[in-house]
């Protein structure tokens, strides 16, 4: 009985939390479906210069392509989070935050998609163009789903890390979303503001989700609804 007024207030905090991130990715929106303003005409001018860049290196252009195609989704999302989720479930017990990180990806890539058909965006028009895209522009899909899966990841095996683990592995997560917004942006196949909006929207969801999850849980259960153990001497607590 105690457990639902803490879910309904999960809710709200989750719902608050995402409104929030999200209301910079809505006002960007509706700048760029103007088409007017300096965003748009910095928009413009940066992916004139990152493609000009990109141009003058066939290893960059080459290392930039590739990049792209290891972080797509379907590979991403279809193929890595269920490994590590299944890993983390099945040898370190590890059920609920698995269960949390394969859903919050699934929803995830769900909703940045329906972002692109709402807004459709085009994408950036650059001469001489050196990749092309799919699809609408905002938000970059490729930015949204490798913050949520970096995120995701980072919380899912939290718990595993030692004081070390937990300084690299957000350091790598963050670093994931800056090569990949980066990326888009050097190919010409996005605008910074999409990358922005990418991130920011990724962030929004995988937030508003741990925090729906966890603050449903009473802070002296664990994630199964059960009294955890101590943690081994030397480990830092989850």
């Not at 209301?23 to 300096?38: D, F, I, M, T």
């Not at 490798?146 to 595993?160: C, E, G, N, R, S």
């Not at 300084?167 to 010409?188: D, E, H, K, Q, S």
Request: glycine share 8%.
């Amino acid at each position: 009985m105690l457990v639902e007024p803490a879910r309904r207030q999960a809710l709200l905090r989750a719902a608050a939390l995402g409104a929030a991130v999200t209301v910079p990715v809505v006002v960007l929106a509706v700048v760029v479906r103007g088409e007017s303003g300096a965003v748009v005409r910095f928009d413009e001018s940066t992916v004139l210069a990152a493609t000009d860049l990109t141009r003058t290196s066939d290893g960059l252009r080459a290392a930039l392509v590739v990049w792209q195609e290891v972080f797509t989704a379907r590979w991403v999302n279809l193929l890595v989070v269920p490994a590590v989720c299944v890993w983390a479930w099945r040898r370190h017990g590890l059920r609920d935050r698995a269960v949390w990180c394969a859903v919050t990806v699934g929803v995830g890539w769900v909703l940045q998609a329906a972002a692109k058909g709402l807004v459709q965006r085009a994408r950036p028009v650059v001469e001489d163009a050196v990749a092309h895209a799919p699809g609408s522009s905002f938000p970059s899909g490729h930015a949204a789903n490798t913050t949520i899966v970096a995120v995701a990841l980072t919380v899912l095996v939290w718990p595993l890390l030692g004081r070390t683990g937990r300084v690299v592995a957000p350091v790598t997560a963050a670093a994931l979303v800056v090569l990949t917004a980066a990326n888009r942006v050097l190919l010409g196949v996005h605008h910074p503001s999409d990358v922005v909006a990418g991130t920011l929207l990724g962030l929004a969801i995988v937030g508003a989700s741990y925090v729906g999850w966890r603050r449903s849980v009473p802070d002296d259960l664990d994630d199964t609804g059960h009294c955890p153990d101590p943690p081994p001497a030397g480990r830092p607590t989850p």
